[in-house]
């Protein structure tokens, strides 16, 4: 079974601290993803991963930056945490298929609510 | 831009009753369309993968269908059960770029003993 690990739970951090979210797959998936997810606004993208070393911007990119140096590792990095970015946060990761991209489910960890204080 | 729907936001039903979950996508350029669980406080579990060239997928009670030209797909859970009470979310793999998901805002299922 694919699994994808975060971290954390339940985080609960300062305004203005510097935070890390980890995320780990243990599939050798070439994509990952990191989602928030608010109530009344659904899951929506912050950055994307499709290889080692490789990021785009999702829709909400604004305070957040990524870091992926190993293919099972993707890091969300809050650079100066503030109380709009308290919300549940959501890794998944997904086999890249070239050739068969209909085919490509995407898998979630368990994720990791955070709380700006 | 891709903009997926679920109607209803939230469905009380009566256990053993059998239900259906709508969800809608505005761009029929999709590569699949994969329905999730999610309890509480947790993480998504992936239930179905609908492929845009399939029809339709089963998984014990559970059946979906995706109609790719209208841009509808529908999730129908049979002989429902407390167990089964979770947020059900929708999400779509659009064509033309990386295989990011675009979701729904689910439907909030309650079934009741």
């Given at each position: 079974d694919?699994?994808?690990?975060?971290?954390?739970?339940?985080?609960?951090?300062?305004?203005?601290?510097?935070?890390?979210?980890?995320?780990?797959?243990d599939?050798?998936?070439?994509?990952?993803?990191?989602?928030?997810?608010?109530?009344?606004?659904?899951?929506?993208?912050?950055?994307?991963?499709?290889?080692?070393?490789?990021k785009?911007?999702?829709?909400?990119?604004?305070?957040?930056?990524?870091?992926?140096?190993?293919?099972?590792?993707?890091?969300?990095?809050?650079?100066?945490?503030?109380?709009?970015?308290?919300?549940?946060?959501?890794?998944?990761?997904?086999?890249?298929?070239?050739?068969?991209?209909?085919?490509?489910?995407?898998?979630?960890?368990?994720?990791?609510?955070?709380t700006?204080? | 831009?891709?903009?997926?729907?679920?109607?209803?936001?939230?469905?009380s039903?009566?256990?053993?009753?059998?239900?259906?979950?709508?969800?809608?996508?505005?761009?029929?350029?999709?590569?699949n369309?994969?329905?999730?669980?999610q309890?509480?406080?947790?993480?998504?579990?992936?239930?179905?993968?609908?492929?845009?060239?399939?029809?339709?997928?089963?998984?014990?009670?559970?059946?979906?269908?995706?109609?790719?030209?209208s841009?509808r797909?529908?999730?129908?859970?049979?002989?429902?059960?407390?167990?089964?009470?979770?947020?059900?979310?929708?999400?779509?793999?659009a064509?033309?770029?990386?295989?990011?998901?675009?979701?729904?805002?689910?439907?909030?299922?309650?079934?009741?003993?």
């Amino acid at each position: 079974d694919v699994k994808v690990t975060q971290s954390s739970r339940y985080l609960v951090k300062r305004t203005g601290e510097k935070v890390f979210l980890e995320c780990v797959q243990d599939m050798d998936h070439e994509n990952m993803f990191w989602y928030r997810q608010d109530p009344g606004l659904g899951l929506r993208l912050i950055y994307f991963s499709y290889d080692v070393k490789m990021k785009e911007k999702g829709d909400i990119p604004e305070g957040y930056s990524v870091s992926r140096e190993k293919k099972e590792r993707f890091s969300l990095i809050l650079e100066s945490a503030s109380t709009n970015q308290t919300s549940m946060y959501l890794c998944a990761s997904s086999l890249c298929q070239a050739d068969q991209k209909e085919n490509t489910e995407a898998f979630f960890g368990q994720g990791t609510r955070l709380t700006v204080v | 831009k891709q903009e997926v729907t679920q109607i209803p936001a939230a469905l009380s039903v009566p256990e053993g009753e059998n239900l259906v979950l709508n969800c809608s996508f505005t761009d029929s350029a999709i590569y699949n369309l994969q329905w999730f669980r999610q309890d509480p406080g947790k993480g998504l579990t992936s239930l179905l993968l609908i492929q845009s060239s399939q029809r339709e997928q089963t998984s014990g009670r559970l059946n979906a269908s995706l109609d790719k030209s209208s841009g509808r797909s529908t999730l129908y859970i049979a002989a429902s059960q407390p167990g089964d009470s979770a947020t059900y979310l929708c999400a779509v793999s659009a064509q033309g770029g990386s295989e990011k998901l675009v979701f729904g805002k689910g439907t909030k299922l309650t079934v009741n003993p």
